[in-house]
Every structure is written in structure tokens, then in C-alpha cells.
């Protein structure tokens, strides 16, 4: 199984954001998309879930085709989106729902499955994320860090081909993240097939199988964590240095 585009092309008004973009992502590891701000790194995970549409190129996943340029109907749409799970940066928690509730909802909802079954599947992501003790508790009496986890047992609860992570702590302070950092990493470790976009340089070089360095709108690099972080190219060298500099503790 493995997300595929041949020549994505996505542009926003005047800016083209990607451009012929080449790229297959197999499942069962975890690909870190790192890169500038305005390098097309959320545009192109928001891509492959198809929450942006690209103007060309074609994308195929666990066996689905769909090709861009023409009017695509919402029922083309579907397949592909229930085959990845998108972990937000801001949690996008229902307010008015229990931690239990919100996890249950999708699978309940949109896929058909049984309550009780679903409550039971919940209670274990909860458990596997660290949240089981907080299953009656409302949003609002969360923590980020414990938003974004429950956040992400919602995702895993739908059963997705791959977990999409867009900035998962870009929100949180520093002890915070570390909480959703353990939890990501543990599903790194379990060969989940997980997607994720990061300007944490650290947990990039942690958690990576494979770095795609993004930069104008092109892959400039593609290949494992040590060759990126011993590259001695100088764009690559000088975005290293630039992320490092920024998430230094002074």
C-alpha cells in the first residue's frame, strides 16, 4: 500500500505552492515532510486527503485513482479520505462533547459501526494515548497537550491507512509538546503508517524513516534522517541551522 502522486501541481491565485510534484509514500513507516514556511509542506499533506485539490496531477491510494483538471464529485472524494486520518494543529474537538464522545463520533457516524463496539475501541486509544482517565471530561477542561492527544485517538479511532499530522504541537509550550511527541513516537514505533509535518528538528531526526525536504514548491531532498541532517548541501545545511537556532532554550 502507498500514496502515489505523478505531477501535482496546486497553486494558490498567482502562486504556484507545488509544482510537479513526484512522490510515492509507502505505509508502515513514518515520512517527516520538513521546509520553510511557504515551502508547500502543509499544502502538500493537506493534498493527500484532498482538504486542498490540486489543478494537475494524479493521486492513487490502496488502489483508488483520481485524476485532477476536471470537475471531481464529493462521492470520488470519499474513499480517499477514509483512508487518512488529519491530526490539526488546533484539535478541532467538538465543544460540546465528552473526550469519550468525540472519539466515538466518527466511527459511529460515518462509518457504521456499532456503539458498544466503538466505545470499546475508544477506551483503548484513549488508554494507548494516555487519556482513559479523562473519557467524561469536556474540552474546555483540557489541556492543549491533552486535546491533541485525544485528537489523535479520534484520528486513529477511524482506522485510517495513515495518520496525517499537520503541526501537531506548533500550539503547545515545550512541556506540553513533550507529551504529544511520546505519544507520536510510540506510534512510530508500533510501524503505523504516519505522515507528518514538523518544524521540530529534534523529533524530525527522532522519528523519521524518511525526510522530504521541501523548498519552493519542489522536493529538493528525499532520503533517511542521517543523510539529511549529514547533508552538506548549503540550503539544506542552512535551513537546519536556521530551525536549531529557533528552538533553542535561552
Do not use: W
Given at each position: ?15 504556484k ?9 509507502a ?9 520553510s514556511?511557504g ?9 493527500i486527503?484532498?482538504?486542498?485539490i ?22 470520488e ?6 483512508r487518512t ?9 467538538f465543544?460540546h ?47 492543549g ?15 485510517p ?11 503547545l ?11 507520536v ?14 518544524h ?20 529538493a531532498?528525499d532520503?533517511d534522517a542521517e ?20 528552538f533553542?532554550k535561552?
Amino acid at each position: 500500500m502507498a500514496i502515489k502522486f505523478k505531477n501535482l501541481t496546486k497553486s494558490f491565485g498567482e502562486q504556484k505552492v507545488l509544482e510537479g510534484i513526484d512522490l510515492e509514500i509507502a505505509d508502515a513507516q513514518t515520512t517527516v515532510i520538513v521546509g520553510s514556511s511557504g515551502s508547500g509542506k502543509s499544502t502538500l499533506l493537506r493534498c493527500i486527503n484532498l482538504l486542498e485539490i490540486p489543478e494537475e496531477g494524479e493521486l492513487e491510494l490502496d488502489g483508488e485513482k483520481i485524476k485532477f483538471g476536471g470537475k471531481i464529485s464529493p462521492k470520488e472524494l470519499l474513499p480517499f479520505r477514509r483512508r487518512t486520518g488529519m491530526v490539526f494543529q488546533g484539535f478541532h474537538l467538538f465543544p460540546h462533547l465528552t473526550v469519550l464522545q468525540n472519539v466515538i463520533e466518527g466511527p459511529t457516524q460515518v462509518l457504521g459501526v456499532e456503539k458498544k463496539t466503538a466505545i470499546n475501541k475508544a477506551l483503548e486509544l484513549l488508554g494507548k494515548v494516555g487519556m482513559a482517565d479523562k473519557q467524561n471530561a469536556y474540552p474546555n477542561r483540557l489541556s492543549g497537550g491533552q486535546s491533541q492527544r485525544v485528537a489523535i485517538a479520534r484520528a486513529l479511532a477511524m482506522d485510517p491507512s495513515f495518520l496525517l499530522l499537520d503541526e501537531p504541537t506548533s500550539a503547545l509550550d515545550p512541556e506540553l509538546e513533550a507529551e504529544v511527541l511520546k505519544v507520536v513516537i510510540a506510534l512510530a514505533r508500533e510501524k503505523k503508517s504516519l505522515v507528518i509535518v514538523t518544524h521540530n528538528m529534534n523529533f524530525a531526526r527522532k522519528v523519521a524513516d524518511r525526510i522530504l525536504f521541501l523548498d519552493k514548491g519542489k522536493i529538493a531532498f528525499d532520503g533517511d534522517a542521517e543523510r539529511f541532517f549529514a547533508s552538506r548541501n548549503e540550503r539544506i545545511m542552512s535551513f537546519i541551522s536556521a530551525m536549531d537556532i529557533r528552538f533553542l532554550k535561552f
